[in-house]
């Protein structure tokens, strides 16, 4: 029997729905909010019930009964630490969205509205594998000062839906697979999977890894301090430095590798040493995950929207084929990602995680 689900992915300014059937899209929406839309709520919660019901004024549109759906599944959000998987929205979950335990994100209300959809149909609701997930092992978590610990923020949803593909493309277990999969788009992440678990990961938001389009990634220490004491900036200046207006940005004014691509072809030489050196950062962080997996990598994969420009994918492969072969996959599909997490679960294949 086919399992229906309703998938839910909220952003800053547009919420992602779709409905499939087993892992069959039978539809999807981008249902876009405009900055006057937003602006009318003092939070990101206050605006749960705008949200859900332009979801359910949408379904109605689609002449699709509701009452069909099997399982509500939303994007996870800033909740504290926890192991990958697929989690039931429990009372304690939605708190936790509530208040924003690690911070207000426009994917905190995912849980919340799948929990109250879920509710009034009597069917389940679920998160899965949220920006959180925390699976570093504790040597992984020393950075050598005391009092900043390396933590665990990544892309974890696209990162795990992409080694189980590769895995069963493979007939094989994510589980008893060794890889190391790298996700580039707005932000870098780059991972080492070992039996199922991101054992390390550069953190993707703020000072760890590869530059990405927007992100400085890690930089040098020292210049960083004596920068935020210049007396030149103030603290957000500096945050929106690394963060904003990192990377890409910082050096080209630019955050789309494809027209930083195109200035490279025009005969733009900083372009060039900064696309170059893009790739340079990313293979050097899947060199350091190598050594986490102690040289014992089945394969490298390489995801996300950068994927898809074969000048990059080859840069880094001609850098890193030496330690495993290489894979592409193009792309993210983080709503098929949520379908299968809450599929993994009905059909038996994995039991649902408490929070």
Known sequence: MSIKSLIINPGSTSTKIAVFEDENMLFDKTLRHTNEEIAQFDS????????????????????????????????????????GGTYTVSDALVKDLEIGVQGQHASNLGGILAREIGDELGKPSYIVDPVVVDELEDIARLSGCEEIPRNSIFHPLNQKAIARRYAKENGKKYEDLNLIVVHMGGGVSCGAHKNGKVIDVFNALDGDGAFSPERAGAVPVGGLVRLCFSGKYTQQQVMKMLVGEGGLNSYLHCNNMQECEKMMNDGDKKAELVVNAFTYQISKNIGSMAAVLEGKVDAILLTGGIAYEKYITDNISKRVSWIAPVHIYKGEDELLALAQGALRVLNGEEKAKDY
């Open 44 to 83: 990101i919660v206050a605006q749960k019930d705008f949200r859900k019901n332009i979801i359910l004024d949408f379904l109605k549109e689609q002449n699709f009964d509701i009452k069909s759906i099997d399982v509500c599944v939303g994007r996870g959000g800033m909740l504290k630490p926890i192991p």
